[in-house]
């Protein structure tokens, strides 16, 4: 593990709590056209091991990207993408993305977890208003902030903060939640990584600082911890 | 050993002879154990009165050991009301009684209580309220000598917070039917939230005596507690009061400073019993507590409440009383038995047995205080003559008096939701009716006494929860005939003394007199005698008073026993302080991406909806001088304003066109691509509810903005109409998914070019109110060339990930034309000198069109749009204000305020919505509502700006400044 890092003001494209993983320690390396918080200064497998409590980790800059219109669902499974009737429920694709099926008109894609997949990207330069399609892009990459909330504790914390029981019980994997945290709008999607289970949380990202401060505060009950990409990919099995 | 009262184990279980603790009361070192609580070691130590009483400052010591009586609040270091029996002490605690003056022991108030003959139920409304205004006079003395705690505003602020739970099923009130319950909701398969208020499970379990040798509750606490702690579906939540029971089964608990909101499926409630306090002269007497209360002492805390004891008897539960008593050592002076026959209980058998003296058909009629009524030196035994009459008798010498003379159930919960309480006849008590669908009563609380019978009946209510919540039971659980309901209750314990102090509610000092008072008054109904008497108002919500007054009420007014019903029990059952109600504060913020940027150039930020947004750049003391700087910027060289809280809407779709049509006054399906046309929004009565700019480009896409702190407003009515007009049209709230910023002055366009590649920005190739998409400083970008403030300018918008990025482009571009961000007082100032309005502070809800001079903005050859009907109706009828320009010339004046009056005559006819200094102009130039008829350019008006204070306005054309807008098209 090295402990150089980059200044993620270097880039163009910079996460919405960059200045909070920066103040936090983060060691920041290339990625996704900005700079993403590999680790803490601890190694992968260190954080990994931690993240079995409760962990927190910043996504934003991952590919994420939505779909709304009419014909969205059709327009997306005649491009490969696998989405069912249900919704809110998320429908994992052959490369790890996600579709999360907001509404009977509405998708949202978010990479897989380490970001290895195009699909996002192909499907957002395929859609293109010339194709006379009612599936339009929505650029949920810029407007939503993504968080990934880890660890067997993660329901206990969010029981501080939104209504909704996200235990396992009740809330079980690819289940989605489009509910309120901390006052604020979100979707959850809960889809674990191995054993450990895992929440993504995107939403409003003109507010990520806020719901970052709260879920730090919610979090210090259960002693959780900031994990860089460097474990998640280890909880990957990456 | 710390005490003197101390008892040796196992008395005390919950205490932790290992750990001595210290605290402070009245400035007194006390020594306590861990697990004490504050009244349990302060008896450990002999101290006996804890606080003060509400009106006649009478000392009360514990009364219940529950936390279910007022006579036990104490004061902490800004905490008032706690209770002493419930509190656990610390190291360092410092606590101190209520409401006295001078010392807790030696109160300089008590003389209050001598005069309570001339201070009857009702006093303040008849002796107060005369002449007018004597109730102000005597208010403050009245204050001063009644009360409780003292808040104090130097109370350090606490962390509070809420949590939210669900279960299948909620057991409330950890006692044996709670646990048996739980267990057998549990064994089902149910998901299982225990709620107890104490610290530890068990119930009555813990402190009652259940058989002769006191053997039967240790055994069966044991085995229901650890079969619920080892149970993997039971979550258990001790030291856990449930404080509310809402619809649906939504139950508030608080533990510490956290509220719990919990939804469960069914509820079972085994909240058991209070027992119920005996009325004789001096019933509040420290060392007068309830039987409960001195076996809690024994057996929780190893504390042995007296050496000699009078128990007062009307069941078989006093007798375990006494034998609890003698087993700490105490002596049985005598059990005086209200009943003229008792029950030949196991419990009675064993007593008979020992030969104490027991005497039938006997009370106390009145307890002897000690010196300053600090204690209980004695009583008097009395032979009942007849229904509330004992006098005379035997004087005996004690320093204890144990009631044990009947229960109440704790039905409060139910009731929140519908439940009811109704007076018993039969059993003396109350009972609870109505329970709140899904919710099921199992133990005393549903008038259960016998053991056997609380737990089988905790075990078919837990069977019924597990059952409804769609799990599969097996046989329902049978419950043994023999309940113990009957019995336990006298129907009539109350011995009024002629010389009173024969107290029915100890909050506030109400006695029987008091309340056969209020019922000669007049009040003849419960609820009327409870407001008028105050009764059951206190801290502990009648807990305590409320079947003594049900029973004096019915008699008094000749009622029937079978229509009483205590007074309506409401939520919360126990208090809760502010702190918890709050909770943790969620108030979302919203920050544009170039929020930091704006806090290094020294930004003064201020809330502009749901955002955060740059007010000036500069320190407050040198505001005016910064915002005039910023507004001279823009007008000579080059500023930049964050514009990222403009609502941002992609309306895409074949039907894209017609429904801006629909939605806004102008018209757009003939806008060019590659344009912007203004919008303006009225909602259904005319009234103009938003604007922005539309950019068309393509045919079937339209990027609408909105103001920003209309964009979420503007967002819901576009899906809420076009959810009836069904039109092939998607509407994508994109507000946070891009960063903008206003780039304006006459410098822009060299910053600009400086950072653009594949934009032409030359005025041919792209004039006014054009606009392109390319990039800015590589960044992908829509460029709108408008102006808001007057001025040569671009807005340029990015994707927010990127917007701090094009910032940090612009400064750096900037930086040889002396760039200048420029916050939104300098952008109101620059604006105004254009005779722009901004809606929302130029208009208010009921301003249309014609009144703010934008009819020009109305499309009059389409057929519809939202507010149009309503319009029309507005523009047939003569105005009744309109929105005009204004100049004042005077230097000197001082620049009107927003909302200040314009008159006609005496008459207010409008207000001022914007008004500044403008250097540029050099005068004071404003918009205000004025009377049509003094609309006309150079008609003067009226500012009232103060008592008796008025600037002349003169009305002059709008825009002030650039009025060929040869500046903004340049």
């Not at chain 1, 934003?60 to 709304?68: A, V």
């Not at chain 2, 104090?152 to 939210?164: F, I, L, N, R, V």
Request: net charge negative; charged share 20%; with cysteine.
């Amino acid at each position: 593990m090295t402990s150089v890092t980059l200044n993620p003001a270097d880039f163009t494209r910079r996460s919405p709590v960059y200045r909070e993983l920066r103040d936090a320690g983060a060691r920041f390396v290339e990625s996704f056209g900005g700079a993403i918080a590999e680790d803490f200064m601890e190694s992968a497998e260190a954080e990994a091991k931690s993240a079995a409590g409760l962990a927190l980790a910043d996504l934003s800059l991952l590919p994420h990207f939505g779909f709304k219109g009419r014909e969205t669902v059709d327009w997306l499974r005649s491009q490969g993408v696998d989405v069912g009737d249900q919704d809110n429920v998320a429908y994992r694709q052959e490369d790890g993305v996600l579709a999360a099926k907001l509404a009977p008109r509405e998708v949202l894609l978010i990479a897989d977890i380490v970001g290895r997949s195009d699909l996002c990207a192909r499907l957002a330069d395929s859609a293109s208003i010339e194709e006379e399609v009612e599936a339009f892009p929505v650029p949920r990459g810029d407007g939503y902030f993504w968080f990934l909330v880890l660890g067997e504790s993660a329901p206990a914390m969010f029981a501080k903060i939104c209504g909704v029981d996200l235990r396992s019980s009740s809330f079980g994997e690819l289940e989605i939640a489009q509910t309120s945290v901390a006052r604020m709008n979100v979707v959850i999607v809960r889809c674990d990584l191995g054993e450990t289970p895992a929440y993504h949380v995107l939403g409003d990202v003109a507010s990520a600082s806020y719901l970052w401060a709260c879920l730090l505060d919610a979090m210090e009950e259960f002693d959780g911890r900031l994990i860089g990409h460097g474990a998640i990919r280890h909880l990957a099995g990456l | 050993m710390t005490g003197r009262n101390r008892l040796s184990a196992p008395a005390g279980k919950l205490i932790d002879r290992d750990q001595p603790l210290t605290f402070k009361f009245e400035g007194q070192l006390i020594d306590g154990y861990a697990g004490d609580t504050i009244a349990s070691a302060l008896a450990a130590n002999d101290v006996w009165v804890l606080s003060r009483s509400f009106k006649y400052r009478r000392p009360r010591g514990a009364l219940t050991m529950a936390g279910q009586d007022a006579n036990t609040l104490v004061q902490l270091p800004g905490r008032p009301n706690v209770p002493a029996d419930l509190e656990p002490i610390s190291d360092g605690l410092d606590a101190s009684g209520q409401n006295y003056e001078g010392s807790l022991t030696r109160d300089r108030g008590v003389w209050i209580g001598w005069l309570h003959r001339f201070l009857p139920v009702g006093f303040y409304y008849k002796a107060f309220y005369k002449p007018r205004g004597a109730w102000k006079f005597w208010a403050p003395f009245i204050r001063a000598k009644a009360g409780l705690g003292r808040v104090s505003e130097d109370a350090p602020h606490g962390y509070y917070d809420k949590e939210y739970r669900f279960a299948d099923v909620a057991v409330v009130g950890g006692g044996p039917a709670g646990l048996s319950a739980a267990l057998t909701a549990a064994d089902a398969g149910a998901d299982v939230i225990l709620i107890d208020e104490n610290p530890q499970l068990g119930g009555a379990l813990n402190y009652a005596r259940f058989d002769a040798a006191g053997a039967v509750a240790g055994q069966e606490c044991e085995r229901l507690v650890n079969a619920v702690l080892s149970h993997n579906n039971i979550d258990v939540m001790s030291s856990t009061v449930a404080n509310g029971w809402f619809a649906d089964n939504f139950l508030s608990l608080i533990r510490g400073n956290r509220m719990f909101k919990l939804r469960a499926k069914e509820v079972v409630l085994a909240t058991g019993a209070m027992e119920q306090p005996a009325v004789f002269r001096n019933n509040d007497l420290p060392r007068v507590m309830m039987g409960s209360a001195a076996q809690r002492f024994i057996h929780l805390y190893g504390v042995c409440p007296g050496t000699r004891a009078i128990v007062l008897a009307a069941n078989d539960d006093a007798y375990g009383v006494a034998l609890d008593l003698a087993d700490a050592g105490i002596d049985i002076v005598v059990i005086a038995d209200l009943r003229e026959r008792p029950d030949a209980g196991p419990l009675s058998a064993a007593v008979q047995e020992k030969g104490w003296r027991i005497e039938t058909g006997c009370t106390v009629s009145e307890a002897l205080a000690g010196e300053g009524s600090r204690s209980v030196q004695g009583a008097v035994l009395s032979r009942i003559d007849g229904k509330g009459i004992a006098g005379g008798g035997e004087t005996l010498t004690c320093d204890l008096i144990c009631m044990s003379v009947g229960y109440a159930p704790v039905g409060q919960l139910p009731c929140h939701d519908g439940g009811q309480l109704r007076l018993d006849p039969v059993s003396s008590t109350f009972v609870l009716e109505n329970l709140p669908d899904h919710g099921h009563a199992a133990g005393s609380v549903s008038g259960t006494h016998s053991l056997d019978a609380v737990v089988a009946e905790g075990a078919r209510a837990g069977w019924r929860a597990a059952r409804a919540s769609g799990f599969d039971v097996g046989d329902e659980p049978e419950v043994p005939d023999a309940r113990g309901a009957e019995g336990c209750n006298h129907n009539w314990p109350i011995f009024p003394h002629v010389n009173g102090k024969d107290f029915v509610d100890f909050d506030e000092d109400l006695q029987v007199q008091d309340i056969l008072n209020a019922c000669a008054d007049g009040y003849d109904d419960i609820e009327l005698v409870k407001r008028y008497s105050t009764v059951g108002m206190g801290p502990s919500q009648g807990r305590h008073s409320a079947l003594n007054t049900v029973r004096l009420v019915t008699d008094a007014t000749g009622r029937s026993l079978d229509e009483a019903k205590p007074t309506t029990v409401r939520p919360p059952y126990t208090a809760e302080t502010f702190g918890v109600l709050a909770g943790r504060v969620f108030e979302p913020v919203r920050y544009t991406p170039m929020h930091h940027r704006h806090l290094e150039a020294g930004a003064q930020m201020m809330v502009a909806g749901p955002w955060m947004r740059p007010a000036y750049y500069g320190a407050p003391d040198v505001r005016d001088q910064a915002i005039r700087d910023e507004v001279a910027a823009v007008r000579i060289g080059v500023g930049v304003l964050d514009v990222s809280t403009l609502g941002g809407i992609e309306i895409r779709g074949p039907d894209a066109a017609e429904f801006l049509n629909r939605m806004y006054t102008f018209a757009y399906a003939r806008q060019p691509v590659g344009r912007s046309r203004y919008l303006m929004m009225c909602d259904e009565t005319g009234a103009i509810v938003d604007d922005g700019v539309t950019c068309r480009f393509h045919e079937r896409h339209f990027y609408v903005t909105t103001t920003s702190s209309g964009a979420s407003n503007v967002y819901r009515e576009m899906l809420w109409w076009n959810a009836q007009w069904r039109l092939a049209t998607d509407i994508s709230d994109v507000t946070n998914a891009y960063a903008a910023v206003s780039l304006a002055g006459p410098q822009t366009r060299k910053v600009l070019d400086q950072l653009t590649e594949d934009i032409d920005l030359s005025l041919e190739a792209f004039p006014y109110m054009d606009v392109r998409t390319g990039h800015v400083a590589g960044i992908p970008a829509r460029l709108l060339r408008i102006g808001f403030v007057g001025e040569l300018g671009f807005e340029i918008h990015v994707p927010s990930s990127q917007g701090e990025a094009l910032w940090d482009a612009l400064m750096s571009a900037g930086e040889q034309f002396d760039i200048r961000p420029f916050g939104l007082e300098a952008q109101r100032v620059l604006r105004l000198e254009k005779g722009h309005v901004i809606i929302g502070q130029d208009t208010d809800g009921l301003t249309f069109p014609a009144e703010a001079n934008m009819t020009w903005a109305i499309s009059r050859k389409k057929p519809f749009f939202v507010g149009g009907r309503a319009n029309q109706v507005h523009e047939s009828r003569p105005l009744l204000r309109k929105l005009v320009g204004f100049a004042i010339d005077d230097p000197k004046a001082p620049v009107p305020e927003e909302c200040h009056l314009t008159l006609q005559g005496n008459d207010i006819v409008g207000r001022v919505t914007s008004a500044a200094r403008s250097e540029a102009l050099g005068r004071i130039i404003g918009l205000a509502y004025v009377a049509p008829s003094q609309a006309e350019t150079g008609a003067t008006f009226p500012i009232k700006i103060g008592t008796n204070r008025f600037l002349e306005a003169t009305v002059v054309p709008v825009p002030f400044y650039d009025p060929d807008n040869m500046r903004q098209e340049m």
